[in-house]
Protein backbone atom coordinates (compact mmCIF):
# COMPACT_ATOMS: atom_id res chain seq x y z
CA UNK A 1 0.00 0.00 0.00
CA UNK A 2 1.43 3.39 -1.07
CA UNK A 3 2.02 5.04 1.98
CA UNK A 4 0.14 8.30 2.82
CA UNK A 5 0.66 11.69 3.41
CA UNK A 6 1.26 12.98 7.24
CA UNK A 7 -2.42 14.22 8.50
CA UNK A 8 -4.70 12.76 5.16
CA UNK A 9 -6.00 10.16 8.13
CA UNK A 10 -6.58 10.10 11.70
CA UNK A 11 -7.55 7.78 13.88
CA UNK A 12 -8.29 7.87 17.74
CA UNK A 13 -7.21 4.74 20.33
CA UNK A 14 -9.34 4.79 23.39
CA UNK A 15 -7.34 3.02 26.11
CA UNK A 16 -9.81 2.27 29.32
CA UNK A 17 -7.82 1.40 32.28
CA UNK A 18 -8.51 0.52 35.87
CA UNK A 19 -8.43 3.95 37.20
CA UNK A 20 -9.11 6.18 34.27
CA UNK A 21 -9.51 6.20 30.53
CA UNK A 22 -7.18 7.65 27.84
CA UNK A 23 -7.88 8.92 23.95
CA UNK A 24 -5.09 9.36 21.69
CA UNK A 25 -5.19 10.64 18.45
CA UNK A 26 -2.95 9.68 16.10
CA UNK A 27 -1.75 10.13 12.47
CA UNK A 28 -2.50 7.29 10.64
CA UNK A 29 0.20 7.29 7.83
CA UNK A 30 2.80 8.27 10.45
CA UNK A 31 1.97 7.45 14.28
CA UNK A 32 2.47 10.94 15.73
CA UNK A 33 0.77 11.33 18.46
CA UNK A 34 -1.30 14.22 18.17
CA UNK A 35 -2.89 14.88 21.06
CA UNK A 36 -4.32 12.89 24.14
CA UNK A 37 -7.02 13.62 27.05
CA UNK A 38 -7.54 11.76 30.26
CA UNK A 39 -10.70 11.19 32.57
CA UNK A 40 -10.44 10.23 36.22
CA UNK A 41 -13.64 7.85 36.93
CA UNK A 42 -15.33 9.94 39.82
CA UNK A 43 -17.02 7.35 41.49
CA UNK A 44 -14.03 4.87 41.21
CA UNK A 45 -12.00 7.61 43.11
CA UNK A 46 -14.42 7.85 45.89
CA UNK A 47 -13.76 4.02 46.10
CA UNK A 48 -17.87 3.77 45.62
CA UNK A 49 -19.28 0.27 44.87
CA UNK A 50 -16.08 -1.47 46.20
CA UNK A 51 -14.91 -3.96 49.40
CA UNK A 52 -11.49 -4.45 49.31
CA UNK A 53 -11.96 -6.50 52.40
CA UNK A 54 -13.92 -8.90 50.22
CA UNK A 55 -12.29 -8.47 47.39
CA UNK A 56 -15.45 -6.51 45.64
CA UNK A 57 -14.22 -4.32 42.59
CA UNK A 58 -17.10 -2.91 40.69
CA UNK A 59 -17.14 -0.02 38.60
CA UNK A 60 -20.29 2.29 37.32
CA UNK A 61 -21.24 2.44 33.82
CA UNK A 62 -21.74 6.16 33.88
CA UNK A 63 -17.57 6.23 34.94
CA UNK A 64 -16.89 4.56 31.46
CA UNK A 65 -19.18 6.56 29.38
CA UNK A 66 -18.72 10.36 31.12
CA UNK A 67 -14.94 9.05 30.47
CA UNK A 68 -15.74 7.99 26.56
CA UNK A 69 -17.10 11.98 26.25
CA UNK A 70 -14.78 13.70 28.20
CA UNK A 71 -11.14 11.90 27.17
CA UNK A 72 -12.04 12.34 23.64
CA UNK A 73 -13.35 15.89 23.54
CA UNK A 74 -10.50 16.66 25.64
CA UNK A 75 -7.94 15.24 23.09
CA UNK A 76 -9.80 16.99 20.45
CA UNK A 77 -8.91 20.50 22.16
CA UNK A 78 -5.57 20.00 22.47
CA UNK A 79 -5.44 18.93 18.84
CA UNK A 80 -4.96 21.67 15.87
CA UNK A 81 -8.40 23.00 14.42
CA UNK A 82 -10.12 21.01 12.21
CA UNK A 83 -8.14 17.59 12.94
CA UNK A 84 -12.21 16.37 14.08
CA UNK A 85 -12.55 16.14 10.19
CA UNK A 86 -10.14 14.22 9.59
CA UNK A 87 -10.91 11.50 12.27
CA UNK A 88 -11.41 8.30 10.14
CA UNK A 89 -11.74 5.80 13.10
CA UNK A 90 -12.19 4.81 16.47
CA UNK A 91 -11.23 1.59 18.29
CA UNK A 92 -11.50 0.75 21.99
CA UNK A 93 -9.43 -1.11 24.36
CA UNK A 94 -10.70 -2.02 28.29
CA UNK A 95 -9.35 -4.46 31.29
CA UNK A 96 -10.81 -7.75 31.30
CA UNK A 97 -12.39 -10.03 32.49
CA UNK A 98 -14.61 -7.25 33.43
CA UNK A 99 -18.34 -8.52 32.21
CA UNK A 100 -21.71 -6.89 33.09
CA UNK A 101 -25.22 -8.27 33.21
CA UNK A 102 -27.43 -6.26 30.40
CA UNK A 103 -31.12 -5.97 29.08
CA UNK A 104 -32.06 -7.13 25.98
CA UNK A 105 -31.15 -4.04 24.60
CA UNK A 106 -27.43 -4.62 25.77
CA UNK A 107 -28.18 -1.98 28.02
CA UNK A 108 -25.84 -2.63 31.54
CA UNK A 109 -28.61 -2.84 34.73
CA UNK A 110 -26.57 -0.54 36.76
CA UNK A 111 -28.41 2.45 33.94
CA UNK A 112 -31.73 1.25 35.24
CA UNK A 113 -33.13 3.66 38.13
CA UNK A 114 -33.72 0.64 40.43
CA UNK A 115 -30.74 -0.71 40.16
CA UNK A 116 -28.63 2.46 39.69
CA UNK A 117 -26.99 1.41 42.91
CA UNK A 118 -26.40 -2.21 43.47
CA UNK A 119 -22.95 -3.38 42.58
CA UNK A 120 -23.76 -6.67 41.18
CA UNK A 121 -25.75 -4.92 38.42
CA UNK A 122 -22.10 -3.05 37.51
CA UNK A 123 -19.25 -4.30 35.68
CA UNK A 124 -16.78 -6.67 38.17
CA UNK A 125 -13.40 -4.94 37.34
CA UNK A 126 -10.73 -7.81 36.05
CA UNK A 127 -9.18 -7.50 39.69
CA UNK A 128 -12.69 -8.40 41.48
CA UNK A 129 -12.17 -12.22 43.18
CA UNK A 130 -15.57 -12.70 44.56
CA UNK A 131 -15.99 -15.60 42.31
CA UNK A 132 -13.34 -17.87 44.13
CA UNK A 133 -15.54 -20.38 45.06
CA UNK A 134 -17.13 -20.30 41.58
CA UNK A 135 -13.73 -21.10 39.78
CA UNK A 136 -12.55 -23.79 41.80
CA UNK A 137 -16.20 -25.38 41.10
CA UNK A 138 -15.70 -24.79 37.04
CA UNK A 139 -12.50 -26.46 37.22
CA UNK A 140 -13.71 -29.60 38.88
CA UNK A 141 -16.34 -29.88 36.76
CA UNK A 142 -14.14 -29.99 34.20
CA UNK A 143 -12.05 -32.57 35.16
CA UNK A 144 -14.73 -34.74 36.27
CA UNK A 145 -16.98 -33.97 32.95
CA UNK A 146 -13.36 -34.80 30.93
CA UNK A 147 -13.22 -37.99 32.34
CA UNK A 148 -16.86 -38.89 32.23
CA UNK A 149 -17.18 -40.10 29.03
CA UNK A 150 -13.94 -42.77 30.26
CA UNK A 151 -15.50 -44.08 32.44
CA UNK A 152 -18.98 -44.77 30.62
CA UNK A 153 -20.77 -41.70 32.85
CA UNK A 154 -22.91 -38.80 31.24
CA UNK A 155 -20.93 -35.89 29.48
CA UNK A 156 -19.30 -34.87 26.11
CA UNK A 157 -15.52 -35.26 27.61
CA UNK A 158 -14.39 -32.40 26.50
CA UNK A 159 -12.44 -30.79 28.25
CA UNK A 160 -13.46 -26.71 28.04
CA UNK A 161 -10.17 -25.39 30.12
CA UNK A 162 -7.54 -26.96 27.61
CA UNK A 163 -6.85 -23.76 25.75
CA UNK A 164 -7.84 -21.74 28.54
CA UNK A 165 -4.87 -22.94 30.23
CA UNK A 166 -6.24 -25.91 32.15
CA UNK A 167 -7.17 -23.79 35.20
CA UNK A 168 -9.99 -20.97 35.00
CA UNK A 169 -9.40 -18.34 37.32
CA UNK A 170 -11.98 -16.27 39.70
CA UNK A 171 -11.08 -13.40 37.15
CA UNK A 172 -12.71 -14.14 34.00
CA UNK A 173 -16.13 -14.59 32.68
CA UNK A 174 -18.28 -17.65 33.82
CA UNK A 175 -16.97 -17.52 37.64
CA UNK A 176 -17.81 -13.96 38.03
CA UNK A 177 -21.12 -14.90 35.66
CA UNK A 178 -22.17 -17.42 38.19
CA UNK A 179 -21.62 -15.73 41.30
CA UNK A 180 -23.69 -13.13 40.47
CA UNK A 181 -26.66 -14.93 39.32
CA UNK A 182 -26.23 -16.68 42.49
CA UNK A 183 -26.20 -14.31 44.80
CA UNK A 184 -28.54 -11.66 43.42
CA UNK A 185 -32.05 -12.51 42.70
CA UNK A 186 -32.84 -9.67 41.38
CA UNK A 187 -30.36 -9.47 38.75
CA UNK A 188 -31.06 -13.20 38.15
CA UNK A 189 -34.29 -11.94 36.98
CA UNK A 190 -33.67 -9.24 35.10
CA UNK A 191 -30.72 -9.70 33.56
CA UNK A 192 -31.07 -11.07 29.86
CA UNK A 193 -27.47 -11.39 28.46
CA UNK A 194 -23.51 -10.60 29.79
CA UNK A 195 -21.34 -8.40 27.87
CA UNK A 196 -17.58 -7.62 28.04
CA UNK A 197 -16.39 -3.89 28.57
CA UNK A 198 -14.99 -3.91 25.20
CA UNK A 199 -17.72 -5.22 23.97
CA UNK A 200 -20.23 -3.02 25.31
CA UNK A 201 -18.15 0.06 24.65
CA UNK A 202 -18.09 -0.85 20.86
CA UNK A 203 -21.46 -1.36 20.58
CA UNK A 204 -23.00 1.64 22.15
CA UNK A 205 -20.72 3.64 19.75
CA UNK A 206 -22.77 2.48 16.77
CA UNK A 207 -25.67 2.42 18.51
CA UNK A 208 -26.33 -1.57 18.61
CA UNK A 209 -29.40 -1.76 20.62
CA UNK A 210 -29.53 -5.34 19.71
CA UNK A 211 -27.30 -7.38 22.06
CA UNK A 212 -27.71 -10.74 20.44
CA UNK A 213 -26.58 -8.41 17.40
CA UNK A 214 -23.28 -7.18 19.50
CA UNK A 215 -19.97 -8.37 17.64
CA UNK A 216 -18.38 -10.32 20.15
CA UNK A 217 -14.31 -10.02 20.97
CA UNK A 218 -12.71 -13.01 19.75
CA UNK A 219 -10.06 -11.62 22.30
CA UNK A 220 -12.81 -11.34 24.97
CA UNK A 221 -14.53 -14.84 24.15
CA UNK A 222 -11.13 -16.81 23.45
CA UNK A 223 -9.07 -16.08 26.63
CA UNK A 224 -12.02 -15.43 29.35
CA UNK A 225 -15.02 -17.64 28.49
CA UNK A 226 -13.50 -20.80 26.70
CA UNK A 227 -14.44 -19.93 23.80
CA UNK A 228 -12.75 -21.80 21.19
CA UNK A 229 -13.89 -22.53 17.48
CA UNK A 230 -12.94 -26.36 18.17
CA UNK A 231 -15.88 -26.28 20.92
CA UNK A 232 -18.44 -24.37 18.44
CA UNK A 233 -18.23 -21.25 20.51
CA UNK A 234 -18.95 -21.41 24.31
CA UNK A 235 -18.72 -24.21 26.45
CA UNK A 236 -21.55 -26.92 25.63
CA UNK A 237 -25.18 -26.41 27.06
CA UNK A 238 -25.27 -29.72 28.90
CA UNK A 239 -21.81 -28.55 30.68
CA UNK A 240 -23.05 -25.33 31.44
CA UNK A 241 -26.22 -26.51 33.09
CA UNK A 242 -24.32 -29.65 35.01
CA UNK A 243 -22.26 -26.86 36.06
CA UNK A 244 -25.43 -25.15 38.09
CA UNK A 245 -28.94 -25.02 36.85
CA UNK A 246 -28.95 -21.03 36.86
CA UNK A 247 -26.59 -21.65 33.82
CA UNK A 248 -29.20 -23.33 32.01
CA UNK A 249 -29.98 -21.44 28.66
CA UNK A 250 -27.53 -18.44 29.03
CA UNK A 251 -25.48 -19.90 25.74
CA UNK A 252 -28.10 -19.46 23.58
CA UNK A 253 -28.71 -15.60 25.02
CA UNK A 254 -24.76 -15.08 24.50
CA UNK A 255 -23.02 -15.87 21.03
CA UNK A 256 -21.76 -18.33 18.69
CA UNK A 257 -19.16 -16.15 16.63
CA UNK A 258 -16.53 -13.58 17.62
CA UNK A 259 -14.42 -11.30 15.21
CA UNK A 260 -10.75 -10.12 15.68
CA UNK A 261 -10.28 -6.36 15.91
CA UNK A 262 -9.20 -5.61 12.50
CA UNK A 263 -12.90 -5.86 11.87
CA UNK A 264 -15.34 -2.87 11.95
CA UNK A 265 -18.22 -3.53 14.46
CA UNK A 266 -20.14 -0.57 12.53
CA UNK A 267 -19.86 3.47 12.24
CA UNK A 268 -21.05 6.22 14.85
CA UNK A 269 -24.42 6.51 15.59
CA UNK A 270 -25.88 10.11 15.43
CA UNK A 271 -26.23 10.46 18.65
CA UNK A 272 -22.44 9.32 19.54
CA UNK A 273 -20.95 11.27 16.72
CA UNK A 274 -22.79 14.48 18.56
CA UNK A 275 -21.26 13.54 22.01
CA UNK A 276 -17.86 13.34 20.61
CA UNK A 277 -17.97 16.05 18.00
CA UNK A 278 -17.23 13.55 15.10
CA UNK A 279 -18.63 12.47 12.09
CA UNK A 280 -20.87 9.77 11.41
CA UNK A 281 -19.03 8.23 9.08
CA UNK A 282 -15.89 6.96 11.30
CA UNK A 283 -15.35 3.33 11.53
CA UNK A 284 -15.59 1.78 15.04
CA UNK A 285 -13.23 -1.47 15.43
CA UNK A 286 -14.32 -4.24 17.31
CA UNK A 287 -12.73 -3.89 21.12
CA UNK A 288 -9.82 -5.67 22.57
CA UNK A 289 -7.89 -5.86 25.90
CA UNK A 290 -5.83 -3.09 26.99
CA UNK A 291 -3.06 -5.53 26.99
CA UNK A 292 -3.22 -7.34 23.75
CA UNK A 293 -3.86 -4.12 21.95
CA UNK A 294 -0.54 -2.67 24.08
CA UNK A 295 1.33 -5.53 22.97
CA UNK A 296 -0.10 -4.38 19.17
CA UNK A 297 1.25 -0.88 19.82
CA UNK A 298 5.08 -1.99 20.98
CA UNK A 299 5.32 -3.28 18.18
CA UNK A 300 5.17 -7.20 19.24
CA UNK A 301 6.41 -10.48 17.34
CA UNK A 302 6.57 -13.98 17.16
CA UNK A 303 7.99 -15.27 19.92
CA UNK A 304 9.07 -11.82 21.85
CA UNK A 305 7.31 -11.82 25.66
CA UNK A 306 5.36 -8.39 25.66
CA UNK A 307 4.88 -7.33 29.45
CA UNK A 308 2.65 -5.04 29.78
CA UNK A 309 3.42 -3.82 33.60
CA UNK A 310 1.14 -1.76 36.17
CA UNK A 311 -0.56 -2.48 39.09
CA UNK A 312 -0.42 -6.00 37.79
CA UNK A 313 0.97 -7.74 34.93
CA UNK A 314 0.07 -9.07 31.64
CA UNK A 315 2.20 -10.88 29.48
CA UNK A 316 1.15 -11.19 25.96
CA UNK A 317 3.42 -13.87 23.35
CA UNK A 318 2.06 -14.24 19.51
CA UNK A 319 3.50 -17.63 17.37
CA UNK A 320 2.62 -18.85 14.08
CA UNK A 321 -0.76 -20.93 14.19
CA UNK A 322 1.32 -23.74 12.44
CA UNK A 323 4.13 -23.61 14.58
CA UNK A 324 2.25 -24.36 17.41
CA UNK A 325 0.24 -26.86 15.73
CA UNK A 326 -2.78 -26.47 18.35
CA UNK A 327 -0.57 -28.02 21.14
CA UNK A 328 -2.60 -26.55 24.42
CA UNK A 329 0.20 -24.68 26.86
CA UNK A 330 -0.73 -25.35 30.35
CA UNK A 331 -1.00 -22.84 32.92
CA UNK A 332 -1.04 -19.63 30.82
CA UNK A 333 -3.95 -17.67 30.44
CA UNK A 334 -5.27 -18.56 27.17
CA UNK A 335 -3.86 -19.15 23.79
CA UNK A 336 -6.71 -17.87 20.99
CA UNK A 337 -6.30 -17.51 17.56
CA UNK A 338 -6.03 -13.87 16.32
CA UNK A 339 -6.77 -12.83 19.64
CA UNK A 340 -3.73 -10.04 19.36
CA UNK A 341 -3.01 -10.50 15.73
CA UNK A 342 -4.98 -11.39 13.40
CA UNK A 343 -3.37 -14.75 11.87
CA UNK A 344 -1.34 -15.64 14.37
CA UNK A 345 -1.92 -17.47 18.17
CA UNK A 346 -1.81 -15.15 20.83
CA UNK A 347 -1.27 -16.34 24.03
CA UNK A 348 -1.79 -14.47 27.40
CA UNK A 349 0.22 -15.14 30.86
CA UNK A 350 0.70 -12.35 33.78
CA UNK A 351 1.20 -11.57 37.43
CA UNK A 352 -1.78 -10.86 39.95
CA UNK A 353 -0.06 -8.06 41.13
CA UNK A 354 3.49 -5.82 40.42
CA UNK A 355 3.19 -2.42 41.10
CA UNK A 356 0.53 -2.91 43.53
CA UNK A 357 2.92 -4.94 45.69
CA UNK A 358 5.40 -1.89 45.66
CA UNK A 359 2.33 0.20 46.63
CA UNK A 360 0.87 -2.21 49.65
CA UNK A 361 4.62 -1.40 51.07
CA UNK A 362 4.42 2.44 50.43
CA UNK A 363 0.98 2.16 52.48
CA UNK A 364 1.89 -0.02 55.19
CA UNK A 365 4.99 2.81 55.98
CA UNK A 366 2.53 5.56 55.77
CA UNK A 367 -0.04 3.70 58.22
CA UNK A 368 1.16 6.11 61.35
CA UNK A 369 -0.02 8.95 59.50
CA UNK A 370 -3.84 7.87 60.17
CA UNK A 371 -3.34 8.74 63.75
CA UNK A 372 -2.56 12.66 62.72
CA UNK A 373 -5.43 14.79 62.42
CA UNK A 374 -7.54 15.00 58.87
CA UNK A 375 -5.45 18.37 57.45
CA UNK A 376 -2.21 17.23 59.05
CA UNK A 377 -2.44 13.92 57.28
CA UNK A 378 -3.74 15.21 54.28
CA UNK A 379 -0.60 17.99 54.06
CA UNK A 380 2.15 15.19 54.69
CA UNK A 381 0.79 12.35 52.89
CA UNK A 382 0.80 14.59 49.91
CA UNK A 383 4.40 15.51 50.36
CA UNK A 384 5.80 12.20 51.35
CA UNK A 385 3.62 9.64 49.30
CA UNK A 386 4.92 10.07 46.01
CA UNK A 387 8.72 10.20 47.06
CA UNK A 388 9.03 7.11 49.36
CA UNK A 389 9.07 4.43 46.66
CA UNK A 390 11.41 6.33 44.34
CA UNK A 391 13.58 6.91 47.77
CA UNK A 392 13.13 2.87 48.05
CA UNK A 393 14.66 2.67 45.01
CA UNK A 394 17.52 4.54 45.21
CA UNK A 395 18.96 3.16 48.46
CA UNK A 396 17.97 -0.87 47.85
CA UNK A 397 20.25 -0.12 44.65
CA UNK A 398 22.95 -0.02 46.19
CA UNK A 399 22.68 -3.29 48.22
CA UNK A 400 24.37 -5.86 46.53
CA UNK A 401 21.84 -8.71 44.52
CA UNK A 402 22.24 -11.44 46.94
CA UNK A 403 23.33 -9.42 50.14
CA UNK A 404 20.35 -9.96 52.06
CA UNK A 405 18.77 -12.70 53.39
CA UNK A 406 15.05 -11.56 53.10
CA UNK A 407 13.61 -13.34 50.30
CA UNK A 408 9.69 -12.21 49.79
CA UNK A 409 6.81 -14.30 47.67
CA UNK A 410 4.69 -12.00 45.17
CA UNK A 411 1.46 -13.58 45.68
CA UNK A 412 -0.26 -10.74 47.69
CA UNK A 413 -3.09 -10.46 45.50
CA UNK A 414 -2.84 -14.54 44.32
CA UNK A 415 -1.36 -15.89 41.31
CA UNK A 416 -2.31 -15.66 37.80
CA UNK A 417 0.50 -17.76 35.85
CA UNK A 418 1.79 -20.31 35.80
CA UNK A 419 -1.92 -22.17 37.23
CA UNK A 420 -4.45 -19.61 38.33
CA UNK A 421 -4.70 -19.31 42.08
CA UNK A 422 -6.23 -15.96 43.75
CA UNK A 423 -6.79 -18.24 47.19
CA UNK A 424 -2.29 -18.14 47.47
CA UNK A 425 -1.35 -15.33 49.74
CA UNK A 426 2.36 -13.69 49.39
CA UNK A 427 5.15 -13.88 52.04
CA UNK A 428 8.60 -12.67 53.43
CA UNK A 429 11.43 -14.47 55.19
CA UNK A 430 15.29 -14.15 56.78
CA UNK A 431 13.65 -10.79 58.46
CA UNK A 432 15.99 -9.63 61.49
CA UNK A 433 16.10 -6.97 63.76
CA UNK A 434 18.79 -5.94 60.92
CA UNK A 435 16.19 -6.05 57.95
CA UNK A 436 14.94 -2.46 56.98
CA UNK A 437 12.79 -0.93 54.88
CA UNK A 438 15.17 -0.56 51.77
CA UNK A 439 16.03 -4.16 52.02
CA UNK A 440 12.79 -5.44 52.27
CA UNK A 441 11.88 -3.28 49.24
CA UNK A 442 14.76 -5.00 47.23
CA UNK A 443 13.56 -8.68 48.24
CA UNK A 444 9.80 -7.32 46.95
CA UNK A 445 11.52 -6.63 44.06
CA UNK A 446 13.07 -9.27 43.16
CA UNK A 447 9.78 -11.42 44.18
CA UNK A 448 8.12 -9.71 41.20
CA UNK A 449 10.77 -10.08 38.63
CA UNK A 450 10.75 -14.06 40.18
CA UNK A 451 7.44 -14.61 39.08
CA UNK A 452 8.27 -12.68 35.99
CA UNK A 453 10.80 -15.81 35.29
CA UNK A 454 8.44 -18.49 36.02
CA UNK A 455 6.06 -17.06 33.28
CA UNK A 456 8.86 -17.45 30.75
CA UNK A 457 9.83 -20.96 32.17
CA UNK A 458 6.25 -21.53 31.83
CA UNK A 459 6.57 -21.26 28.08
CA UNK A 460 10.28 -22.77 27.64
CA UNK A 461 9.38 -25.57 29.50
CA UNK A 462 6.46 -26.45 26.99
CA UNK A 463 8.70 -25.94 24.19
CA UNK A 464 7.33 -22.34 23.04
CA UNK A 465 10.74 -20.11 22.86
CA UNK A 466 10.97 -16.57 24.28
CA UNK A 467 13.23 -14.91 21.68
CA UNK A 468 13.17 -11.29 23.17
CA UNK A 469 11.55 -9.25 25.54
CA UNK A 470 9.57 -5.99 25.72
CA UNK A 471 8.06 -3.79 28.18
CA UNK A 472 5.25 -0.88 28.57
CA UNK A 473 3.16 0.31 31.44
CA UNK A 474 3.85 2.81 34.50
CA UNK A 475 6.31 0.81 35.75
CA UNK A 476 8.96 -0.36 32.34
CA UNK A 477 8.72 3.63 32.13
CA UNK A 478 9.63 4.86 35.62
CA UNK A 479 11.87 2.59 37.43
CA UNK A 480 15.17 2.01 36.21
CA UNK A 481 16.09 -0.21 39.50
CA UNK A 482 13.36 -2.67 38.58
CA UNK A 483 13.67 -2.66 35.04
CA UNK A 484 17.56 -3.41 35.49
CA UNK A 485 16.31 -6.46 38.33
CA UNK A 486 13.90 -8.24 36.15
CA UNK A 487 16.46 -8.00 33.47
CA UNK A 488 19.28 -9.33 35.37
CA UNK A 489 16.56 -12.49 36.79
CA UNK A 490 15.37 -13.26 33.07
CA UNK A 491 18.96 -12.99 31.87
CA UNK A 492 17.56 -11.35 29.17
CA UNK A 493 17.64 -7.67 27.38
CA UNK A 494 14.52 -5.98 27.80
CA UNK A 495 13.36 -3.22 25.30
CA UNK A 496 11.16 -0.41 26.76
CA UNK A 497 8.72 0.64 24.18
CA UNK A 498 8.21 4.46 23.40
CA UNK A 499 4.84 5.66 23.21
CA UNK A 500 4.13 6.80 26.77
CA UNK A 501 0.72 5.47 25.83
CA UNK A 502 1.31 2.32 23.74
CA UNK A 503 -2.06 0.32 24.28
CA UNK A 504 -4.11 3.35 23.23
CA UNK A 505 -1.71 3.27 19.97
CA UNK A 506 -2.17 0.03 19.57
CA UNK A 507 -6.16 0.48 19.48
CA UNK A 508 -5.45 3.34 17.12
CA UNK A 509 -3.60 1.14 14.76
CA UNK A 510 -7.00 -1.43 14.65
CA UNK A 511 -8.85 1.78 14.07
CA UNK A 512 -6.34 2.79 11.35
CA UNK A 513 -7.35 -1.25 9.53
CA UNK A 514 -10.89 -0.62 10.30
CA UNK A 515 -11.38 2.97 8.69
CA UNK A 516 -9.35 1.22 5.38
CA UNK A 517 -6.72 3.20 6.06
CA UNK A 518 -4.07 0.57 6.29
CA UNK A 519 -4.65 -3.19 5.33
CA UNK A 520 -3.21 -5.20 8.02
CA UNK A 521 -2.16 -4.93 11.40
CA UNK A 522 1.40 -5.70 10.92
CA UNK A 523 1.20 -2.57 7.83
CA UNK A 524 -0.41 -0.30 10.88
CA UNK A 525 2.19 -1.59 13.11
CA UNK A 526 5.08 -0.58 10.62
CA UNK A 527 3.86 2.48 9.62
CA UNK A 528 2.63 3.78 13.07
CA UNK A 529 5.02 2.13 15.56
CA UNK A 530 7.19 4.45 17.80
CA UNK A 531 10.13 1.86 18.37
CA UNK A 532 11.84 1.81 21.49
CA UNK A 533 13.64 3.94 24.59
CA UNK A 534 15.80 2.29 26.35
CA UNK A 535 17.51 -1.03 26.39
CA UNK A 536 18.07 -2.84 29.91
CA UNK A 537 21.05 -5.38 29.62
CA UNK A 538 21.41 -8.10 32.18
CA UNK A 539 24.00 -7.86 34.77
CA UNK A 540 26.21 -11.26 34.27
CA UNK A 541 27.21 -11.37 37.80
CA UNK A 542 23.90 -10.30 39.04
CA UNK A 543 22.44 -12.97 37.10
CA UNK A 544 24.41 -15.56 38.69
CA UNK A 545 23.40 -14.64 41.74
CA UNK A 546 19.42 -14.54 41.23
CA UNK A 547 19.87 -17.98 39.69
CA UNK A 548 20.18 -19.21 43.27
CA UNK A 549 17.80 -16.80 45.14
CA UNK A 550 15.15 -18.00 42.39
CA UNK A 551 15.76 -21.48 43.25
CA UNK A 552 14.94 -20.33 46.57
CA UNK A 553 12.23 -18.26 46.06
CA UNK A 554 10.22 -21.44 43.99
CA UNK A 555 11.03 -24.09 46.92
CA UNK A 556 9.35 -21.15 49.02
CA UNK A 557 6.07 -21.06 46.81
CA UNK A 558 6.05 -24.81 46.79
CA UNK A 559 6.48 -24.47 51.22
CA UNK A 560 3.64 -21.44 51.22
CA UNK A 561 1.20 -23.47 48.43
CA UNK A 562 1.45 -26.16 50.46
CA UNK A 563 0.71 -25.54 53.88
CA UNK A 564 -2.44 -23.85 52.29
CA UNK A 565 -3.40 -26.73 50.23
CA UNK A 566 -2.97 -28.79 54.08
Known sequence: MERRKANEGCVIGVDFGTDSVRSLIVDAATGEEIAGGVHHYARWREGRYCDPARNQFRQHPLDYLEGLTRSVRAALAEAPARTAEKIRGISVDTTGSTPVAVDREGAPLALHDDLAENPNAMFVLWKDHTAVAEAEEINHHARSWHHAQSWGGPGGGED??????????????????????????????????????????????????????????????????????????????????????????????????????????????????????????????????????????????????????????????????????????????????????????????????????????????????????EAAKNEITEAVSSRIIPELSLQARQIPAGASEILALDWLNGRRTPDANQLLKGAITGLSLGSDAPRVFRALVEATAFGARRIVDCFTSQGVPVKGVIALGGVAKRSPFVMQTLADVLEAPIKVARSEQACALGAAMFAAVCAGLHATAQEAQRAMGQGFEVQYQPNRENAAKYRMLYDRYNQLGAFVEGSLAD
Not at 310 to 322: F, I, M, R
Open 160 to 373: YTRYAGGVYSSEWFWAKLLHVLRTDGAIRERAFSWVEHCDWISAALTGQTDVRAVKRSRCAAGHKAMWHERFGGLPSEEFLARLDPLLAGWRARLYTQTYTSDVSAGTLSREWAGKLGLREDVAVGVGAFDAHMGAVGAQIEPYVLCKIIGTSTCDVLVAPLEEMNGNPVRGICGQVDGSVIPGLLGMEAGQSAFGDVYAWFRDLLLWPLGLLD
